[in-house]
């Protein structure tokens, strides 16, 4: 089978491992008539092999760089997700933090407490909900708890 060479080609972003539960997936799922399981199977692993070095320029033209970054992280297999999970938060806050607690605290009023003092509550809280709902997310690809 031929596939045509991406335009720009980087490192790919799926491991092996990755790249072989890919395939196996779409091969229990697409079938093509009149071809075998096994070229099949081949033909869907040079397609994902294609595609697997042109996703990084494809994410890069169509979302941020920092969130480039996040899914990078996400797949990487070499790091830990205990140590995955404060460079994740860290990205995320870098990009959600100030306008979410900005949006909260035009929304949220607590009584009693100054406005000084709820913008700093609103800012602590949203750091803290960024950790848990990444920590959340990257225990679902440990066998061991995952916590900050």
């Known amino acids: 089978f031929f596939f045509a060479f991406p335009r720009y ?16 997936k779409i091969n229990a799922k697409f079938n093509v008539p009149f071809v075998s399981e096994s070229s099949e ?3 869907i692993k040079e397609a994902v092999d294609t595609l697997n070095s042109s996703m990084e320029p ?4 169509i979302i ?17 997700p205990n140590r995955k999970l404060p460079m ?11 306008p979410l607690t900005n949006a909260l605290n035009k929304e949220v009023d607590i009584p009693a407490v100054p406005e000084f003092m709820e ?19 990257l225990q679902r690809f ?6 900050d």
């Open 58 to 61: 494809a994410l890069r033209a």
């Open 9 to 24: 080609i980087m490192a790919p972003m799926l491991s092996e491992n990755q790249v072989g539960r890919v395939v196996s």
């Open 119 to 137: 913008e700093q509550f609103l800012k602590l809280a949203v750091d803290e909900i960024i950790d848990e709902g990444v920590e959340q997310s």
């Open 64 to 80: 941020p760089p920092d969130y480039v970054e996040i899914i990078k992280l996400c797949l990487d297999e070499t790091i830990s």
């Open 41 to 43: 199977g081949q033909m």
């Open 142 to 147: 440990s066998d061991t708890e995952v916590t």
């Open 88 to 98: 994740i938060s860290d990205i995320l806050k870098k990009n959600l933090a100030e």
